[in-house]
């Protein structure tokens, strides 16, 4: 039963550090997305891709890199982390085929930048 | 104008109480429409969704679609301690795939015992 697995769930870099934040789902659906989730901001994307093989910014992209590794796996980068970076990180995918065509989230990944 | 408006609340009610959740939005183009809860920290979950106007019906749920006054409603009948979540509604011109969804902020309900 997994879906969207994301790892890792918690994570503490020092400003400055690099990490990568990993995506995968096993359901075959095409398109995959990052979104970022702060109090009383709600969900904001970061990026996104349609299809293997192609990515796009969303609406906050600045200080984000994407892989699209494979049809399973959306990975997010940060190369040089900063505090306004603190957040709870979400991944998601979706198909014509999803329920309502809704998306599939994983349990997020909680990054905190000291 | 954002293009989606959801009150943030917090929204407070005994249990067995109806709570109302609403989210309006500005693009007309829009034809579906989907609720997520998501529990405290958890991802979101789809809950329900609709396509155009119209009601639907599950459990004690339901999801309603005004679309000529860009508004839609979830209700939820006889509510218990565990709908205690973040609600938030979503909704796109178009069917799934590369089509991105537009999210409400989120509505915290509390259903206290």
């Known amino acids: 039963n997994a879906g969207v697995t994301q790892t890792p769930k918690f994570q503490v870099l020092k400003t400055g550090q690099s990490m990568t934040l990993q995506c995968a789902q096993d359901?075959?659906?095409?398109?995959m997305y990052w979104y970022r989730q702060d109090p009383g901001m709600g969900l904001r994307l970061i990026y996104y891709?349609?299809?293997?093989?192609?990515?796009d910014k969303g609406e906050v992209p600045n200080g984000y890199n994407v892989s699209r590794l494979n049809k399973r796996e959306f990975s997010l980068r940060l190369e040089s982390a900063a505090p306004s970076q603190t957040s709870v990180y979400f991944c998601?995918?979706?198909?014509?085929?999803?329920?309502?065509?809704?998306?599939?989230f994983g349990s997020g990944t909680r990054l905190t930048v000291v | 104008q954002k293009e989606v408006e959801q009150d943030p609340g917090p929204l407070s009610v005994p249990e067995g109480a109806i709570v109302s959740l609403n989210c309006t939005y500005s693009?007309?183009?829009?034809?579906?429409f989907m609720w997520y809860r998501q529990y405290s920290r958890k991802g979101p979950e789809l809950l329900m969704y609709?396509?155009?106007?119209g009601n639907k019906e599950d459990g004690r749920f339901t999801a309603q679609v005004d679309k000529s006054s860009k508004y839609i409603s979830l209700f939820i009948r006889d509510s218990q301690p565990s709908d205690s979540a973040t609600y938030l509604c979503?909704?796109?011109?178009?069917?799934?795939?590369?089509?991105?969804?537009?999210f409400g902020k989120g509505t915290k309900l509390t259903v206290n015992p």
């Open positions: 998601a995918s979706s198909d014509y085929g999803t329920p309502g065509y809704g998306y599939t």
């Open positions: 359901m075959n659906h095409n398109s």
């Open positions: 891709s349609a299809s293997e093989g192609t990515t």
């Open positions: 693009n007309s183009a829009f034809q579906y």
């Open positions: 609709t396509y155009s106007s």
């Open positions: 979503a909704m796109s011109a178009r069917p799934g795939g590369s089509e991105k969804l537009v």
